[in-house]
């Protein structure tokens, strides 16, 4: 039987908070040699307060993306400083929260017979322990981690299309997310319904609906949940 299926995005999307950006520019700071360190935490919060866009970036991960390799770092660098800062959050540090009204969204919408998913690029480091500290680890019916968007982003949907009885129905998946070229444009092509978060207004593409928080994005959720 078909499952309506809703997939989310991690950061920026269940998880708010800019502290885990700043945790990464400071791990990949203590990387790199002065003045450059200085210059990715300020950079990182330049871009936070819409003040630039280091390397065209979509989202703060990005932007550190784009400063630390300015910098001179190479890829197993930035990954262990990356890695780094999701232990930091693990531990507790930093400030985060999901939007209000996640959970009684998610009940909601599994009451309606949907599927919910939590696909992230994140590793699990950081993931699963907050989930079930804020209460909502029992309200996701799959958490995918190390996704590898976006360019595994058509084969994962591909999959969870599979999985709910939907490849004649596509747009009973809706994916939702803060990075369009990872949650927003695969899922459109593909032919599923797909609610952009633009925080910070870059107008990347099409999408079913956009919004600066997800919370504008709930009655959305609902009715789309509420379908035939």
């Known amino acids: 039987m078909p499952t309506p299926t809703l997939v989310l995005d991690f950061d920026g999307t269940v998880r708010l908070g800019d502290d885990p950006v700043r945790l990464y520019a400071q791990e990949v700071a203590w990387r790199v040699s002065a003045p450059w360190g200085e210059q990715i935490v300020a950079g990182a919060e330049d871009f936070l307060a819409g003040r630039s866009r280091p390397g065209d970036a979509q989202d703060g991960y990005q932007a550190v993306h784009a400063l630390g390799f300015a910098a001179g770092l190479d890829r197993a660098s930035m990954s262990a400083a990356y890695l780094a800062s999701r232990k930091r959050l693990d531990a507790g540090e930093g400030e985060v929260a999901p939007p209000p009204g996640l959970g009684e969204l998610l009940d909601g919408v599994r009451a309606a017979g949907v599927r919910t998913v939590l696909l992230t690029n994140a590793p699990g480091t950081g993931v699963f322990g907050w989930l079930d500290e804020v209460g909502l680890a029992d309200r996701l019916g ?87």
Request: charged share 30%; with cysteine; proline share 5%.
């Open 142 to 228: 799959a958490v995918i981690t190390d996704a590898g968007k976006p360019a595994a982003m058509p084969a994962l949907l591909g999959r969870l299309l599979t999985e709910a009885d939907l490849d004649g129905r596509p747009d009973r998946l809706l994916s939702i997310g803060d990075v369009w070229a990872n949650d927003v444009g695969p899922a459109l092509a593909l032919g599923c319904a797909a609610f952009h978060i633009d925080r910070f207004d870059l107008h990347r593409g099409r999408s079913s609906r956009t919004t600066a928080t997800f919370v504008e994005l709930y009655r959305d959720v609902r009715d789309w949940a509420a379908r035939d």
